[in-house]
């Protein structure tokens, strides 16, 4: 069961599955957390990118050596 979602700036209550308010064109707060999500998940995959780069650099740089 979950709530209807309610616009935060009209206080407008729209029906399930709705994306943006049906009163004043506003995203709903349950499509604000999805992309808040999502923007997480693409930053942690730039982390785990960034991590893979630098092993990477770590092993094919020359070490000094020779
Ligand atoms: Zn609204």
């Known amino acids: 069961m ?3 979602p309610v616009c935060l700036y009209c206080q407008h209550i ?3 599955q709705t994306t943006v308010c049906c009163q004043c064109g506003m995203p709903l ?3 604000a957390e999805q992309a808040t999500a999502r923007r997480l998940r693409r930053f942690q995959w730039f982390c785990i990118g960034l991590t893979i780069f630098c092993v ?3 092993f ?3 070490r ?3």
């Open 2 to 4: 979950s709530a209807m």
């Open 14 to 16: 729209n029906p399930l």
């Open 29 to 31: 707060p349950a499509l």
């Open 56 to 58: 990477a650099m770590f």
């Open 60 to 62: 094919w740089l020359p």
């Open 64 to 66: 000094g050596t020779g």
